[in-house]
Structure formats: C-alpha cells, structure tokens
C-alpha cells in the first residue's frame, strides 16, 4: 500500500514544468532575440575575419 502511494520525483509537473522553457509568442520578443543574435554572430564574425587574413598570410608564405 505504501508503495502504491509514493510519488515519483522526476514525472511530477512541477518538474517538468521547470525544466521546459516557456514559448514567447510576442513579436518584439521575437525581434530583440533575433537583433541579439546578429549581433553576436556580427562581432564574431569581424574577429574571425580579420584573423583569418593573417592565417592565409602564414600558411601561403
């Protein structure tokens, strides 16, 4: 009897519900992220770039 009583940690929804992400239908949420994302992507992209110039440098000298 007591076995048929205990619960289940990891299958409670409180649980579930903390390990999900919740979506954000909102345009502007959607927008900012997406900004963020590029610029990110942006400044990674200018260091690799101007990296990358002195490595062809290197390798074909």
Do not use: Q
């Amino acid at each position: 009897m007591i076995r048929e009583m205990t619960v289940v940690k990891n299958t409670t929804s409180m649980t579930v519900r903390k390990l999900k992400s919740a979506e954000d239908k909102r345009t502007v949420a959607k927008v900012s992220g997406t900004v963020a994302i590029c610029m990110m992507a942006g400044t990674f992209l200018i260091i690799f770039l101007s990296d990358f110039s002195r490595i062809l440098r290197t390798v074909f000298n």
